[in-house]
């Protein structure tokens, strides 16, 4: 046999062995229908309870007849949640520069900055980097994660729902044009028929924390309604979450002497009570986004 008949025997053998790879790496990449992105609350906390409050939505509205079936329909959506290290608003936005960079740059200790939940995850306990696999491709160089990732190809979601803040605090706290610019410039860089929510995180254990934060929110709902932004508000940061969050050390990770090691993210019980809380609000917002108002309760 000529060396050449062998080469092309090796070929046909190791193709017929490898289709099922091969297909899985160049697939068609298929989109969550709900898209829920946030910071590491959502990593840390949160996650989950997101990912089941939407996956849920039909049970978790109050809700007119009419209502109930643009419910149904979007409980039988793909629903993906990913949360990104300390990233912010202004990290989604950005082209270059470090605030990109806490989405796209590899973490220099653990090598993973964000953890999946839902639709595009393959392990619920894995932390992954962005950047590195399909389902996180959000890195291109002079584009923003925004971007990279709403290019036609990839991520369409039919609803976009941002849960942002922690990291923004001082931006927004002590710069109300800054929170307007990047008003401005989330409804830019997302598609112009694309829904989209955008949801303050959950209150902090300690109230100095909480206090900057809710200046912010102040800041940036009020740079929302100035530019007439097409995406709806929801306040994280509520007088009712507030009081059931600061100084509640059952919301957040202790030690062993009971001592509250992180008081920044709360954890999966804090989440489950925040929604209690914010099922209303949250529940309208999605009204408004897929066109139909609630109705008021009672």
Known sequence: MTLRKRLLG???CCLSLAPAASLAETARFTSPDILVLGDSQLTFGAGPTFLD???NIRTRCTATPAQLVQLESLGQMRTSVIGVRSSTLQSWLERSGRFKGMVCDVDPNWKVNAKGFGFVSTSPDEFVQIGQGREYQFCEADKSPF???FRDDYYAPKLLVLSLMGGASDRWANIPDLARQDAVNLVAQIPQ???????TTLPAHKQEIVEKRSRAQENLKAAFEETNSRCSFVSGLTPETIEAFVGNSAF??????GVVKDPFHPNETAA?????LEADNICKAIFDQIGTLPQPRG
């Open 53 to 55: 409050f939407f996956e």
């Open 147 to 149: 971007e990279t990732m």
């Open 272 to 276: 489950k009570h925040f929604f209690d």
């Open 193 to 199: 028929d694309m829904p989209c929510i955008f949801m």
């Open 10 to 12: 090796w070929l046909m």
């Open 252 to 257: 957040f990770r202790s030690n062993g002497a």
